[in-house]
């Protein structure tokens, strides 16, 4: 299974700007290549992907199954984005290089992977996506097997599949894409450490943002998404998610990912950001801090209404209770304060009628989704394993109500337009109830800004 014997099959990926190459030149640089292959020890997460393989193999009997990788997406032109493999294709394989196909048949698994460039080819001093000159040493087939205890073949070996067997890619295959879905629900001991550690580095990054405030009012939103990112990229593999810093009114915009506003006194900013660590797992928390370090009063009062509905909401959690039932209790809070507000046109009973909901209008989303590799974790399982599911021991999901109100709402007092408050935490569910895994970042109003006074210069 060397690699050395691959035919050049693949004209290097070049450019209209680079030089010539003279068959001297070519030559001459195909030779006098010491080999420096590696010996890697397995990586914990092998017997693991081993594990999960065998119990999805387990589901689709006889079934040949395909999970790609996915390869590099283009930004513009002939940049690309930093890669980052398809979770399903990393959890069932423990994989991360680009463009493998994992390929479980009957129960036995092939990694199909492209690795580091022989020296037979130009593919190493040429080629700008694989080439070992231009990008970097990838692993040797030998290498991943080592890694990963499985065996491993060179991508342009991936056979086509069009024999009489059912083949389910993972692309396509809807069934496929469930039960791999399923399978990531419940989290074990080691995952559960990796979602803690994403989770402790978040809360740095949060205390950077913070201890550069300065920085933060002169740049505005764009220094707390840099800052925050500095963090992820030192100590994870990234950022799970584009991070939300929402500035004033830009807080009421859910996912506002611009991150191009001012940071101004006098008003509230909702940072919704998570570290992804590097064996993929991520965390996902919001905070909303005042710019000042106090809350105004009126602040307060919406702020702890939201800690309110979300401590009901973590406290609700335990195994055997419906998803649902954090999202209920939050609900509960907010649509009673709402109508104490007179804000509702309904009694808050009428309102949280599932055929009303129009408390909504300032609550907008669901409190809780699951969180593991994929920040909406766990997305293509049915929804009686999901959203209709019941939980238990070992899944972890956030708790995130808020309270938005737009600035053109012409139903609340000018006051409140322009206030959105959010609060996030990821909360694993334990035999006995749940623990909070981003507890270390504060969550009351007295303890946000005493956190505040502690980290600000
Ligand atoms: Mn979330």
């Known amino acids: 299974m060397s690699e050395q014997s691959t035919p050049e099959t693949v004209e290097p990926r070049t450019e209209s700007h680079d030089p010539a190459v003279p068959a001297a030149y070519a030559a001459f640089m195909r030779e006098g290549w010491g080999d420096r292959e590696l010996d890697l020890a397995v990586e914990p997460v092998a017997a693991r992907a081993a594990e999960r393989r065998s119990k999805l193999a387990a589901t689709f009997p006889g079934d040949r199954l395909v999970l790609p990788a996915g390869t590099f997406k283009v930004r513009s032109y002939d940049t690309d984005y930093r890669f980052r493999p398809d979770t399903a294709h990393t959890y069932f394989s423990g994989n991360q290089t680009s463009d493998a196909v994992l390929v479980v048949d009957d129960g036995e698994s092939v990694l199909y992977a492209r690795p580091r460039s022989s020296r037979d080819t130009d ?252 920040v909406h974790d766990c997305g293509q399982a049915a929804p009686a394993a999901y959203a209709e599911g019941t939980l238990a021991e070992g899944m972890v999901l956030t708790v995130e109500p808020g309270l938005y109100f737009q600035e053109d709402d012409l139903l609340v007092p000018e006051e409140l337009r322009g206030i959105g408050i959010r609060i996030e935490d990821d909360i694993l569910v334990t035999a006995s109830g749940y623990e909070n895994l981003s507890s270390a970042l504060p969550r009351t109003s007295a303890e946000v800004e005493a956190w505040m006074d502690e980290h600000r210069r």
Not at 176 to 203: G, H
Request: proline share 4%.
């Open 123 to 374: 593919e190493f001093f040429r080629d700008r996506q694989y080439g070992e000159l231009w990008v970097g040493r990838r692993p040797s087939l030998k290498e991943m097997s080592d890694a990963l205890g499985l065996e491993v073949r060179h991508i342009e070996d991936l056979p086509s599949f069009d024999d009489d067997r059912k083949t389910r890619d993972i692309t396509t295959d809807d069934d496929l894409a469930r039960v791999a879905s399923e399978l990531r629900l419940v989290k074990d001991a080691w995952e559960v450490e990796q979602l803690q550690e994403a989770c402790d580095i978040t809360t740095l990054g949060f205390e950077d943002s913070v201890r550069e405030w300065d920085e933060v009012l002169r740049y505005g939103e764009r220094w707390i998404e840099g800052t925050f990112f500095r963090r992820a990229r030192a100590m994870g593999n990234d950022i799970g998610y584009d991070s939300i810093v929402g500035g004033g009114s830009h807080a009421t915009t859910l996912h506002w990912i611009d991150n191009t506003g001012p940071i101004t006194p006098g008003t509230l900013v909702l940072l919704d950001m998570g570290v992804e660590n590097r064996s993929l797992y991520t965390a996902d928390v919001t905070r909303t801090l005042p710019v000042d370090g106090r809350f105004t009063s009126l602040q307060r009062e919406l702020y702890d209404l939201v800690h309110a509905a979300q401590q009901a909401g973590i406290e609700a959690i335990r195994p055997g209770e419906p998803f649902k039932v954090a999202h209920n209790a939050a609900m509960e809070v907010l649509a009673h304060a709402l109508a104490d507000m007179k804000l509702l046109p309904v009694s808050a009973e009428e309102a949280l009628d599932p055929d009303s909901r129009v408390y909504a209008r300032w609550t907008l989303h669901g409190t809780s989704h699951m969180l593991g590799m994929d």
